[in-house]
């Protein structure tokens, strides 16, 4: 566990908001000028209702999306979000059971207060590693490159079939990248139908495989830029700084011993459902399942000791509103099921 990293020390407070009835280009020209790769509307109490996420906002454009189409159209509702006070490193094991990149991040009352993407985390999450733990191969993927005349949307398309957020754009010998941010230029601005040779304007920073992750996040951060590119074994692929701050997480939550204790909780009728959507957000709470019996609901948590474990149940969980009464199990083994 990232020790002392919450969520609310990392993620960034300028969040981009807009309202439900305005367009795809406005939503994008939001996330150009919050430097976010998300919008989310509010509710009157500031609570998240609707989020347009980069990922989404490419699908469909892919799938024929126009500029105008308000945001209603095509944003999630009832968005996942996480509670500032979450560990960063718990927040990220979220996005990755969620597959999403991109979290509302809300405090006691369920308002919005800031936004939480992986980038945000890894210098972070480095800061507390030393050099040479990783290189970047373990973290590095494919990528797709596209000529210069082919279509935003075609490139969106590109992008969507192969779950990449940018492409390469090679112009002879030279390379250039259709970032996050060129491709919602290009949608702020209805230029669906543009060359991407018009738009792609990321510099590409060659690395070799053996390139230090730490160095590399480092290096990243110094040019401004969220990806470099390697050459495995004759395949040009790309590492970001989001690949690499999941990297540190799961280095960083394998070197930190955890104790486990199981919570039974029995809740006021009709609460169970608001206690346990609420009660997930809670640093620690690793899982929460709503049961029969005498209790109405089993939470899995996991910390550093359990006097950690003791201070979340009384501090967070039975202070819920509906919350009647809790029994802690402790973990004591884990028994594992052997492979045959």
């Known amino acids: 566990m990232a020790v002392g990293v919450r969520v609310e020390e990392v993620a960034s407070r300028n969040i981009p908001i807009v309202s439900a009835d305005q367009s795809l280009a406005k939503a994008a020209e939001v996330m150009l000028n919050t430097g976010s790769l998300g919008a989310v509307t509010l509710d009157a109490s500031r609570r998240p209702a609707l ?4 990922r989404r906002l490419v699908k469909v454009v892919a799938e024929g999306a126009n500029v105008e189409d308000s945001v209603a159209e095509h944003a999630i509702g009832d968005p996942v979000v996480v509670h500032k006070d979450l560990s960063v490193d718990g927040a990220l094991e979220i996005m990755r059971r969620e597959a999403v990149r991109f979290l509302p991040v ?65 112009r002879g010998e030279d390379l250039a990248i259709l970032r996050e941010e060129d491709f919602l230029r290009a949608v702020a601005r209805g230029g669906l139908d543009a060359r991407i040779g018009d738009y792609a304007a990321g510099k590409v920073i ?13 290096l990243m951060l110094e040019n401004g830029v969220r990806r470099l590119l390697v050459d495995i074994n004759g395949k040009p692929s ?10 540190a997480a799961e280095i960083l ?10 919570i039974l909780v029995k809740t006021a009728p009709g609460k169970e459902l608001d206690v346990a959507s609420k009660a997930i957000l809670y640093d620690g709470v690793s899982e929460v399942h709503l049961v029969t ?48």
């Open 51 to 54: 989020v347009l996420t980069y």
């Open 106 to 170: 809300v405090d006691d009352r369920m308002r919005a207060v800031a936004v939480l993407e992986p980038r945000h985390a890894a210098e972070t999450l480095w800061n507390l590693l030393d050099y040479g733990v990783s290189t970047i191969r373990s973290r590095a993927r494919r990528l797709v490159a596209l000529a210069p005349d082919l279509t935003v949307r075609e490139a969106a398309k590109a992008m969507d079939e192969n779950g990449v957020p940018e492409v390469l754009v090679r």
């Open 206 to 218: 060659k690395v070799v495989p053996t390139f230090d992750a730490k160095s590399a996040v480092e």
């Open 238 to 247: 790309f590492v970001t700084l989001s690949d690499l701050a999941f990297e």
């Open 253 to 262: 939550a394998k070197r930190s011993p955890k104790e486990t204790a199981f």
């Open 293 to 340: 019996g005498e209790y109405d609901i089993l939470m899995k948590i996991e910390a550093p000791s359990l006097r950690d474990i003791q201070r979340i149940v009384t501090e967070n969980i039975r202070t819920m509103n509906g919350v009647i009464d809790t029994r802690t199990l402790a973990g004591i083994r884990i028994i594992a099921k052997k492979e045959a």
